[in-house]
């Protein structure tokens, strides 16, 4: 891609971004949705692969019905109350409508179909956009909106993500889908806290984003897009499989990593406010993704492959020192003894 063109992709995707977080007004949020929308759709079309333009496609579909359910329940919310200010939706339909289209934006459970697969379709660098800076938005409308939607559809649907997401990276070997369904799992995480502790939903966000580069980043320098790949970079680039296996526990959730601050902050949460089924039911499906976790830690540091592999090896790999990379490293993984300002603060 022309390093204008994808420096003026890069740019109106932030500008996107910044106006939706930025806005009061239905109007100026659905302008930064579609901003967003219409910038990232060249960024993963650019390989003009046939399996990058059915992403680009299922993408675009996807994001023009839930933008479309947007400005539909901000127009039948302004005409029921008059009000066109985000945090005043206050008319039932408008907010079940409102909840679908950023289920739909985000790909929470039964919205989730398009983005396994749209990932699977993306370069590295765009997926790490997709499920990072991309959730922004609409996550942001959720907190702001998080007083006025329905706790329980909401609960149920975190729940279900929590489950699908675990349950369906189980089985499979691509490195971009495996990340896909840890992206809806961690999601299913946020979902469930954002009606009684908005802050905290954005906490979890921050420090997910962070282990998610981490992950991506290092997989785009190793070169690994599936499991067998994985299994024999260890060979060539010993530190850094290291702490890949590190940032991938993290997500996991395991202490005393970063990752399990915002779980362990969320279930004592969960649990104050009267919760304990549901704090012990998410703790117990985020199991499930633990265990495709630890597969990857494990292929990442020890398993050697036993036999010839039919693809070809990535035998060159550019060890030029990325400080993006350590910085994001230690952020993952260091963290946690920070917890208590944050209990104090939120």
């Known amino acids: 891609m022309n390093p204008h063109a994808k420096l003026t992709f890069t740019m109106s995707l932030l500008l996107g971004t910044t106006i939706t977080i930025s806005s009061n007004h239905w109007m100026m949020a659905w302008t930064g949705l579609e901003i967003n929308t219409l910038s990232i759709i060249p960024l993963i079309a650019k390989s003009h692969h046939p399996r990058a333009i059915e992403a680009?496609?299922?993408?675009?579909?996807?994001?023009?019905?839930?933008?479309?359910?947007?400005?539909?329940?901000?127009?039948?919310?302004?005409?029921?109350?008059g009000q066109w200010d985000i945090t005043q939706m206050t008319n039932q339909t408008s907010c079940l409508l409102l909840t679908t289209a950023i289920a739909m934006k985000l790909g929470l459970v039964p919205f989730h179909f398009w983005f396994p697969e749209v990932l699977q379709g993306s370069s590295m660098t765009t997926a790490l956009l997709l499920s990072t800076i991309m959730k922004l938005p609409p996550i942001t409308i959720l907190f702001l909106v998080s007083h006025s939607v329905n706790p329980t559809l909401l609960t149920t649907m975190a729940i279900m993500s929590a489950a699908l997401g675990g349950w369906m990276g189980l089985n499979q070997t691509q490195t971009r889908k495996i990340l896909a369904f840890s992206s809806i799992s961690h999601l299913g995480w946020m979902t469930i806290i954002i009606i009684y502790n908005p802050n905290l939903t954005m906490l979890n966000f921050y420090i997910y984003s962070i282990m998610t580069a981490t992950v991506f980043l290092t997989l785009n320098t190793t070169k690994t897009l599936k499991l067998s790949t994985m299994m024999t970079s260890w060979t060539k680039t010993p530190m850094l499989n290291t702490t890949l296996m590190l940032t991938l526990l993290s997500l996991a959730g395991l202490p005393p990593l970063t990752g399990f601050m915002p779980k362990w902050l969320i279930i004592y949460d969960l649990t104050k406010q009267e919760m304990t089924t549901t704090a012990t039911l998410i703790a117990m499906l985020s199991l499930l993704g633990l265990f495709f976790y630890l597969r990857l830690a494990y292929y990442s540091t020890i398993t050697l492959p036993p036999n010839s592999t039919n693809h070809m090896k990535q035998w060159h790999i550019n060890k030029t020192p990325n400080i993006s990379i350590a910085i994001l490293t230690s952020l993952s993984v260091m963290l946690l003894p920070i917890t208590p300002m944050i209990i104090t603060s939120t």
């Open 56 to 81: 680009t496609i299922k993408y675009f579909l996807v994001q023009a019905a839930a933008s479309t359910l947007v400005l539909f329940s901000s127009m039948t919310n302004a005409w029921a109350t």
